[in-house]
């Protein structure tokens, strides 16, 4: 999903560029539903710190809304990620 690596990319603390990967999100779509004309997708994510993880979390949105969903993975690892500095 390059809406997600573009929103870490944008969000500080995030910087994907000159750090040491120390946080690892890792996206999981574990559904995708059909309604109508739209597809919803449930997705988790495993928010892990020096290869231990610390925090799942999941969420769902519209494909067409996938920009909403990378905000809420963004909001929640920064949420993890203040958790354990």
Not at 18 to 37: E, K, Y
Not at 44 to 68: F, K, P, Q
Request: aromatic residues 6%; contains cysteine; glycine residues 6%.
């Amino acid at each position: 999903m390059r809406i997600l690596e573009h929103t870490f990319e944008d969000s500080a603390p995030f910087d994907l560029t000159n750090r040491p990967s120390l946080l690892v999100a890792t996206v999981r779509v574990v559904q995708r539903t059909r309604t109508g004309q739209h597809v919803q997708i449930h997705y988790v994510v495993d928010i892990a710190r020096h290869g231990r993880v610390i925090g799942t979390t999941d969420g769902s949105c519209e494909m067409d809304s996938l920009a909403r969903c990378a905000a809420a993975v963004v909001r929640d690892t920064r949420y993890f990620l203040d958790g354990v500095r």
